[in-house]
């Protein structure tokens, strides 16, 4: 490898080969790389972003693309480009670092450390030249740089202390969660909005076991907030990534796959539970949403960009005039009934589409959609992610549970046999692929969600029984000490595992559910535990829900069809018909009784 020029050409990464011409001389993160950092006594400056971030791209066209900066950086550092998506463990230890020392994270996330990996410093985003007083970046550089010459000897270790989230053995999980939520445009705080799929789906599942008003309340106004405001894609269906208000009026418009999975989960049961037919169709959208824009022989690209030719949501965009030419007068009246317009995005005198209320209009939005797909589309990344795939499959076999759509469970079954024979390689399962071209480090989010989408995979058909229990051992290579930890590969230091569940399961979360619901298939036994705070831990607390008797567990010698049971269901096949709930089992003459 040839370390003085830029290398990313070699990636396996669409974000790093978004920067193969960078004057910069970037290097993928690697052993080789590390050790030509410590032979030339050099610092790194590691870059973590991914290809669908808005303001990755911002520093890259006004730093990395920069002659003095690339000059400087090339002379004294060895510069390291990470895709946050492929690197989770790189990505959660360089996040940790720059919370402790006061910083907001976010990303690019760009760090710097000494050649043994000890951190010097971590900023996000910072302009070439300072202004509205912040730093410019070149100065910065030169800063650290300094730093490292006079102080590399002195600099502290740094590392991630066991994640070990509080405890609760009995919360009141609706006077908690109510303390967060927004009573006036649903979700929880008053800032930007993220889709809550954790809390949603743990909602849902306690309300099947305990009626509460509060939590319906909250969940029916989280629910209706996110389908009727901006960050549904009224036209095609799917979601967009946040929004950047409290009123979810205004979008940060990346799609990317695991809210697709997650959200397809989530409204699958929220139909199921409250037959709320708005419900139903926004999973067959976005249903429609992965076939049209992420699917690929039968798995799923990780996302879209926000931005197209530079201009956040420029292709999702609408001006009314425009609006009033495509439509008839007839379908002009029902849209202006339906439909708003609010500010949005990088366009001068553009606007985003929300909703004053739950409906459609079929004819008008196929309309604009079809005017819309002739514009000029983002940037799709086209990584094949182990993990989120996973994600996507849950969402689709509960599609095929609750909804009514037969095929998803094919298509769900198109991932398991993508990933087992694409992916899974000599015993090790691969995080991701582009075009072929596996990446080679596994970590524990990967076995953890493969595990989980075949236990609810085995629960439909009967199928796969051989590798859920290979994954279930091998799922225990990551834990030590009973700590979980997200890698063990060699080219980095090992990462604990993180516990938060926001905005998507955590990889601690997710292997304990997958582990729960096989111990019900081998039928070992299933131990009490205690539930863990509220908001920041529910997929996790949809465990507890499961360990502390709030599921039905059933054994039949036939399948009972879904549509006959509540939602806190898990059924294995047995000889007898018999239903474990709250502490008891009991059996019973037939499904019916």
């Known amino acids: 490898m040839i370390f003085t020029r830029n290398n990313l050409n070699l990636s396996s990464s669409p974000y790093l080969r978004q920067h193969e011409r960078n004057p910069v001389w970037w290097q993928e993160w690697s052993s080789a790389s590390v050790d030509f950092a410590r032979k030339e006594n050099k610092p790194l ?15 890259a066209s006004e730093s990395f693309q920069n002659k003095g900066v690339a000059d400087y950086l090339n002379a004294h550092f060895v510069s390291i480009k990470v895709d946050r998506e492929q690197r989770p463990d790189i990505d959660r230890y360089l996040m940790a670092y720059i919370l402790t020392i006061g910083s907001s994270g976010g990303w690019p996330l760009n760090s710097f450390l000494t050649p043994d990996l000890k951190p010097i410093f971590a900023l996000t985003y910072a302009p070439v030249i300072g ?21 590399k000897d ?12 509080a405890e609760i053995p009995n919360p009141d999980f609706a006077e908690n969660l109510e303390n967060s ?48 405001g901006g960050l549904h894609d009224h036209l095609q269906g799917g979601v967009f990534r946040y929004c950047v208000d409290r009123k979810w009026h205004v979008p940060h418009f990346e799609k990317m796959l695991y809210d697709q999975g997650m959200l397809l989960w989530v409204y699958s049961l929220a139909f199921a539970v409250f037959k709320n037919d708005s419900y139903r169709s926004a999973a067959h959208h976005i249903i429609k949403c992965l076939e049209e824009t ?23 965009l609408w001006n009314p005039e425009e609006v009033f030419r495509i439509l008839s007068p007839a379908q002009a009246a029902a849209f202006t009934d339906l439909y708003r317009f609010v500010a949005a995005g990088d366009v001068d005198g553009s606007s985003h589409l929300i909703k004053v209320r739950l409906q459609s209009l079929e004819d008008v939005e196929a309309k604009l959609l079809a005017e819309r797909q002739i514009r000029r589309q983002p940037f799709v990344d086209r990584k094949i992610i182990t993990s989120w795939n996973c994600l996507a499959g849950i969402g689709l076999i509960h599609a095929y549970r609750y909804t009514g759509m037969p095929n998803a469970l094919n298509k769900a079954e198109d991932i398991i046999k993508f990933i087992l024979s694409q992916h899974f390689i000599g015993g090790i399962l691969a995080h991701s692929s582009l075009d072929g071209m596996i990446q080679k480090q596994s970590f524990l989010q990967d076995m953890a969600a493969l595990l989980l989408f075949i236990t609810y995979f085995y629960e439909e058909t009967g199928r796969y029984y051989d590798e859920a229990i290979d994954l279930g051992r091998k799922i225990h290579d990551f834990s030590k000490d009973r700590i979980w930890y997200e890698s063990l590969n060699s080219d980095f230091q090992p990462v604990i595992a993180d516990s938060f569940d926001l905005p998507i399961p955590s990889s601690v979360s997710l292997a304990e559910f997958a582990l729960i619901r096989l111990n019900n298939i081998t039928g070992d036994e299933i131990l009490p535990r205690n539930y863990r705070s509220p908001l920041s831990n529910d997929f996790y607390n949809i465990v507890g829900l499961v360990a502390n008797g709030h599921f039905h567990l059933i054994q039949t010698p036939d399948k009972i069809d879904w549509s006959k049971l509540p939602i806190n269901v898990i059924q294995r096949p047995g000889n007898v018909f018999q239903d474990c709930y709250q502490g008891a089992c009991r059996e019973l003459a037939s499904a019916k009784k």
């Open 181 to 228: 939520f927004d009573p006036m445009y649903g979700g929880f705080g008053d800032g930007a909005k993220f889709p809550p799929h954790s809390t949603l789906l743990f909602m849902l599942y306690y309300l099947a076991s305990s009626e509460n008003k509060k939590l319906r309340r909250m969940t029916e106004k989280t629910l209706d907030a996110m389908l009727t």
């Open 131 to 151: 202004r509205s007083g912040m730093s410019g970046f070149l100065d910065i550089l030169m800063k650290v740089n300094e730093h490292f010459v006079r102080y």
């Open 294 to 316: 992420f699917e690929d022989k039968g798995v799923y690209y990780s996302g879209h960009d926000a931005d197209t030719d530079h201009k956040e949501g420029m292709t999702y």
């Open 154 to 165: 002195q600099l502290p270790t740094f590392s991630i202390a066991s994640d070990d989230a």
């Open 45 to 59: 400056f590691v870059s973590v972003g991914y290809a669908t971030c808005h303001w990755c791209h911002v520093m």
